[in-house]
């Protein structure tokens, strides 16, 4: 399959570690963008990727949030010292450039105990 | 700020009816919208893509409208099947931005 994948599906942590999720967009696409999904807040959008190359990091939810993006291709969603909040669903989408149609991947389940 | 809003957040419908799923939003001057269906535990499946220019596209059984004007998008999906039994999301570009603003969803279920 071509789609966008990433891994883990499932993480379980405890509260005050890190963890990392990590994307791979369709090959050829130059844009990525991370969302969370949270029962009380629907889907939100953290950061996207233009290249390796992220202008706007305004929506990332605290300092403890980072993200990167190497190649032009993989990208990892890093989370410092996880607080229970940051329970949801990580979701990475990827389009050919910037504006195009976004397709998403399977997302990541993070549950912080 | 962009909001968009789904009604009805749930749907109940037997099969074989027709599916009129709505979206608005409350700013007018879009790039383009999305529609997409969730199924339970997975990620979000595009189904369609209006842009800004655009007053309607067509997949299959499905086929949405969008008219700026008045900030709204219908999804229409005919001859309803269990199969369409999911979440369907609408989202919504603006054109100086990159993210996509998010309805929180109709969940549709189709009664066999």
């Known amino acids: 399959g071509a789609g966008v994948s990433q891994s883990p599906s499932n993480k379980v942590t405890e509260k005050g570690k890190d963890v990392e999720l990590r994307c791979d967009p369709i090959?050829?696409?130059?844009?990525l963008y991370w969302y969370r999904q949270s029962l009380g807040q629907g889907l939100e959008f953290l950061i996207y990727f233009q290249g390796n190359s992220a202008p706007d990091k305004s929506g990332l939810p605290s300092d403890r949030f980072s993200a990167e993006r190497t190649g032009g291709s993989v990208s990892t969603l890093t989370i410092q010292r996880t607080q229970q909040e940051d329970s949801a669903v990580y979701l990475c989408a990827s389009s050919l450039r910037l504006r195009d149609e976004q397709f998403f991947g399977p997302g990541t389940r993070l549950t912080v105990l | 700020k962009q909001e968009v809003t789904q009604i009805p957040a749930a749907l109940s419908v037997p099969e074989g009816e027709n599916l009129v799923l709505n979206c608005s939003f409350t700013?007018?001057?879009?790039?383009?919208l999305q529609w997409f269906r969730q199924d339970p535990g997975k990620g979000l499946t595009s189904l369609l893509l209006?842009?800004?220019?655009?007053r309607e596209q067509t997949s299959g059984r499905l086929n949405a409208s969008l008219d700026k004007s008045s900030g709204r998008s219908t999804l229409y999906i005919a001859a309803s099947q269990p199969g369409d039994s999911a979440t369907y999301l609408c989202?919504?570009?603006?054109?100086?931005?990159?993210?996509?603003?998010f309805g929180a969803g109709t969940t549709v279920t189709v009664r066999a």
């Open positions: 090959s050829g696409h130059t844009a």
């Open positions: 700013d007018s001057a879009i790039y383009n």
């Open positions: 989202a919504v570009r603006v054109p100086n931005d990159y993210k996509l603003s």
């Open positions: 209006i842009q800004s220019s655009q």
